[in-house]
């Protein structure tokens, strides 16, 4: 723990803020502290959402007059529940097929490569969008947890051939070493090479791969958003506009990629509505990168201390095997 400060400081903070938001019914208003129309003290109107920030509304409120501070609180959850479920399913499953793959199905690599390669040449985004538009473009009535659950599955699955290519290169890598082929000569099983050799490497670059995910689908979670492609997908209202038209998309989850994307347009005349937005998605990415830069640095150094570790194995059995032929009586 003491060598990883960083990254326990990280996730505490993420486990924080999703705590804090997961206890929003205690203390947060059922409407986010709603108010649309702004009074004088003879009770004249003299303004209308949107609202800078202020005391009252810390970070201004949006064109449906709610407040971003408590709106940002509640989506938390949403964001953070979705970011781990998505990272940990990509990792866990990528991973364990990678490692199948590997080692016990060598001859499928070349097939599942193939099959799979243009997913390295394809944006992620437009496969993401593609498989979403069913359920995100307009109100559809279907269940929120119904929507979100088909989105988590086709975040996984964008991802799911990239993080297999990598496990089996790795592996690969491995595979190569001197140490692996010189387990597998003196007759060590597959699962014995897995536990021995190739484990102690892939639990610490999977801790990796996890962080690196979670930056991943932050990032990607903000791109849909972009494109009104929200989380749990969108309100059946929508946002207010005195404009004609149909209403304009409004998350139905409050999660932060949708809060992006329904407001990106009004950006310039109202910035604080996005900016804030941005600052909790930076404060994710920042907490998030630190952990990873804490990990690559430790991986490199943990790498050369296990190669060290069997290095200085190897060359005490060498000098037991020496000292045992000294006393041997044909070399006397």
Same mark, same amino acid.
């Given at each position: 723990m003491k060598n990883y400060k960083k990254t326990f400081i990280?996730?505490?903070?993420?486990?924080?803020?999703? /705590?804090?938001?997961?206890?929003?019914p205690l203390y947060g208003d059922e409407e986010y502290n709603e108010e649309f129309f702004l009074y004088d003290e003879q009770g004249q109107v003299i303004g209308k959402a949107p =609202?800078?920030?202020? /005391?009252?509304? !810390?970070?201004g409120t949006d064109r449906n007059g709610n407040d971003m501070m408590y709106i940002h609180l509640y989506g938390a959850k949403f964001t953070i529940a979705? &970011?781990?479920?998505? &990272?940990? /399913?990509?990792?866990? =499953?990528?991973? #364990?097929?990678? $490692? $199948?793959i590997s080692i016990w199905m060598p001859r499928m690599k070349i097939y599942?490569?193939? /099959?799979? #390669?243009?997913?390295?040449?394809?944006?992620? !985004? $437009?496969?993401? #969008?593609?498989?979403m538009f069913p359920v995100t473009y307009k109100y559809t009535g279907i269940p929120v947890w119904t929507a979100a659950a088909y989105q988590i599955g086709v975040l996984i699955l964008v991802a799911f051939p990239a993080v297999v290519l990598l496990t089996i290169d790795f592996i690969e890598e491995l595979q190569s070493k001197s140490f692996v082929v010189s387990s597998y000569l003196m007759g060590g099983s597959r699962f014995h090479v897995l536990k021995k050799h190739i484990w102690p490497f892939l639990r610490t670059i999977g801790l990796l791969m996890i962080v690196q995910q979670m930056l991943s689908t932050i990032i990607i979670m903000m791109h849909l958003g972009i494109f009104n492609v929200?989380?749990?997908?969108? &309100?059946k209202g929508g946002?207010?506009?005195?404009?004609?038209?149909?209403?304009?998309?409004?998350t139905l989850s409050n999660e932060w990629g949708g809060l992006i994307g329904q407001n990106f347009k009004v950006m310039i005349q109202y910035p604080w509505i996005v900016l804030s937005t941005m600052f909790f998605f930076f404060f994710l990415i920042a907490v &998030?990168?630190?952990?990873?830069?804490? #990990?690559?640095?430790? !991986?490199?150094?943990?790498?050369i201390d296990f190669i060290g570790k069997i290095k200085k194995k190897k060359e005490k059995k060498t000098l037991l095997k020496e000292e045992t032929l000294s006393i041997l009586p044909f070399n006397l």
């Open positions: 990280g996730f505490a903070l993420i486990l924080f803020l999703f /705590f804090v938001s997961l206890a929003y =609202t800078p920030p202020t /005391f009252d509304h !810390l970070l979705a &970011t781990f479920v998505i &990272t940990l /399913f990509r990792v866990a =499953t990528g991973v #364990l097929t990678g $490692i $199948i599942f490569k193939d /099959f799979f #390669l243009g997913f390295r040449y394809v944006p992620a !985004l $437009i496969i993401a #969008l593609f498989l929200f989380l749990g997908g969108q &309100t946002i207010f506009s005195p404009d004609p038209g149909p209403p304009k998309p409004e &998030t990168n630190m952990m990873k830069k804490e #990990l690559e640095g430790h !991986l490199a150094y943990e790498s």
